[in-house]
């Protein structure tokens, strides 16, 4: 399995807070993606990575924003978080390269905000 | 616009019985990968399969088999003599091989519920 951990794996927090979530790989992959899980929706991706400093949106990145300073960090922020932030949150790696690879995804964390 | 549909939202069967899980893509491009994860209960994400578009030929691993019809933009996935343990859901997934794009398109998942 591939090494990725996510912290914190559980979060509750008020509208209006700050939030920042953070995924970890060991595998010194090039490309990192957050996702969010929501019923009804399945996955969407909010942002990824293609290298330290690089990071490009998804179909969802409105109301977050994403960090990249080391290889095997890739954080993702809430500003100010909504109730509709609500999900469950996904990290994904892949080692990326000329052809397209498999994603590998970390535990999850599931963030509710009241 | 590129595409995945998982027609079946839910499955039931009772333990022992094959079950088929079916996957439809759209798209014009003419290569690409297509891919199944399993979400267990306890949440994570499982890769379970990666096939190219070039690739025609079925994979069995198992008690799992994949069908990969380019004709009909099908990629099905059968478990045989399923088990409760195979209860998640599944996802199907395209991934264009064109340009930098290097985004997933999922499909919506099928949850199984296998029951015993």
């Known amino acids: 399995d591939a090494g990725i951990t996510q912290s914190p794996r559980h979060k509750v927090t008020e509208t209006g807070t700050p939030v920042t979530l953070r995924c970890h790989q060991t595998e010194n992959h090039r490309y990192m993606y957050w996702y969010r899980q929501d019923p009804g929706h399945g996955l969407r991706l909010i942002h990824y990575?293609?290298?330290?400093?690089?990071?490009d949106k998804g179909e969802v990145s409105d109301g977050y924003s994403v960090s990249r300073s080391k290889t095997e960090d890739f954080l993702l922020t809430l500003e100010s978080a909504t109730s509709s932030q609500t999900s469950v949150y996904f990290c994904?790696?892949?080692?990326?390269?000329?052809?397209?690879?498999?994603?590998?995804f970390g535990p999850g964390t599931r963030l509710t905000v009241l | 616009a590129q595409k995945v549909t998982q027609a079946q939202t839910e499955i039931s069967v009772v333990e022992k019985e094959d079950v088929t899980l079916d996957c439809v893509y759209e798209?014009?491009?003419?290569?690409?990968?297509l891919f199944w994860y399993k979400q267990p209960p306890s949440g994570e994400l499982v890769f379970l399969i990666r096939?190219?578009?070039?690739d025609e030929q079925n994979e069995i691993s198992g008690r799992y088999s994949w069908n990969f019809q380019k004709s009909t933009s099908s990629f099905n996935f059968t478990i045989t003599a399923s088990q409760v343990v195979d209860s998640a859901v599944y996802f199907c997934?395209?991934?264009?091989?064109?340009?930098?794009?290097?985004?997933?398109?999922w499909g919506l998942g099928t949850s199984l519920a296998v029951n015993p």
């Open positions: 096939r190219n578009s070039f």
């Open positions: 990575s293609y290298g330290v400093k690089d990071t």
């Open positions: 997934a395209f991934f264009p091989n064109a340009g930098n794009n290097r985004k997933l398109i």
């Open positions: 994904a790696i892949s080692p990326g390269g000329g052809r397209a690879d498999t994603q590998y």
């Open positions: 798209t014009r491009d003419t290569t690409y990968y």
